[in-house]
């Protein structure tokens, strides 16, 4: 489509104002073709300036999606190199496992602008608002063993902690199991959904969906979650930031699964948790407790003491911190 190879010119050159003569030569159509698609970004929500004799310039703190940009930035072998960018989908990870994912490659991913029905864990609403966040799901065909799924959260964990701080120099804290943190308040969360071959008694595959928000936060919620834009004062970072993310995952995901770096990853895991030490409301298939967090065992699994004194390895379940200091 015309728009996107307009947005991508102008994405090669944020910042800076490009010619109507320029963009049509480069894309061998009329300035007018040129006037037409950049009314259309702009309908659709890109900042782009339109200087009458001088240009076009997309504003740094634009944040459309650009599926070629993405491309351009990524250093990956599977992860995002066969995507889907959408502009508004019920849930990304609901649109994968909908597809043919036989037929499909490991590293397929779905973007989406926006969710109407974004979900979480335990069946939560995930808010997703166009243009607020990247939501993407990532099609995984691990061969693990069953009692190791966990750890592809695990992996994502790892891999968005280390892309936000690359992208936006902000430092992320991980909250057991699947949430990101920073500065006290919910900036990312990941949902994992693995199916599982029966006969096999092996993962068939998985999907790992993950929502960051990157603009505003709505105020109602504003004491405990947090965004890119709250936390570091930037826009216009979606496009790098999605790239960063699965040249992460792809390389977490593959020293795990192909190189045996499973310690390492485990190590980096828990070093980056900023719940061992403190007390958590543990809500687990048991029942629930309150806890001391210590620290994480090799599966992944939260170590944690209760106050009678029993030490207990929780392979599911939800914390809750009670001693909260932001
Ligand atoms: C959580 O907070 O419990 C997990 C949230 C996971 C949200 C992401 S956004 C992309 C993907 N699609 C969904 O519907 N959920 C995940």
Redesign the pocket.
């Known amino acids: 489509m015309l728009s996107e190879r307009v947005l991508y010119l102008l994405e090669q050159n944020r910042g800076k104002l490009v010619t109507g003569g320029e963009l049509a030569k480069q894309l061998d159509v009329s300035r007018t073709a040129i006037w037409k698609a950049v009314r259309a970004l702009r309908e659709d929500g890109s900042e782009i300036e339109a200087l009458p004799n001088s240009g076009y310039r997309l504003l740094p703190e634009s944040d459309g999606l650009s599926g070629q940009s993405i491309h351009d930035m990524l250093a990956t072998e599977n992860f995002g190199r066969s995507m889907e960018l959408l502009e508004s989908v019920?849930?990304?990870?609901?649109y994968l496992k909908g597809l043919d994912t036989a037929s499909l490659g490991e590293g397929y991913t779905v973007v989406?602008d926006g969710?109407t029905?974004?979900?979480?864990?335990?069946g939560?609403p995930?808010y997703?608002p166009a243009r607020e966040?990247v939501?993407?799901?990532v099609l995984l065909k691990p061969a693990i063993p069953l009692a190791e799924t966990a750890f592809l959260t695990i992996c994502a964990a790892v891999a968005v902690c280390r892309a936000v701080e690359a992208v936006c120099g902000v430092k992320t804290g991980i909250k057991w199991v699947?949430?990101i943190y920073v500065a006290g308040k919910?900036l990312?969360?990941?949902?994992t959904e693995a199916f599982i071959s029966a006969e096999m008694q092996s993962v068939d595959y998985a999907v790992a969906?993950?929502?960051i928000n990157t603009g505003d936060i709505p105020a109602e919620v504003e004491d405990t979650a947090t965004s890119i834009y709250a936390a570091a004062g930037v826009r216009g970072i979606r496009n790098r930031l999605i790239a960063q993310l699965l040249n992460q995952f792809e390389g977490v995901y593959t020293d795990y699964t192909v190189r045996g770096k499973k310690r390492e990853i485990l190590e980096e895991y828990a070093g980056r948790l900023f719940i061992i030490g403190r007390e958590v409301e543990v809500s687990a298939p048991g029942g629930v407790c309150t806890a001391t967090v210590l620290g994480v065992n090799d599966s992944g699994g939260l170590m944690v003491k209760r106050r009678d004194g029993e030490i207990i390895h929780l392979g599911a379940g939800e914390i809750k911190i009670t001693d909260w200091e932001r």
């Open positions: 019920a849930s990304t990870n609901q989406a969710q029905s974004g979900r979480g864990r335990l939560r995930f997703s966040g939501y993407l799901s699947n949430d919910k990312c969360g990941i949902l969906g993950i929502g």
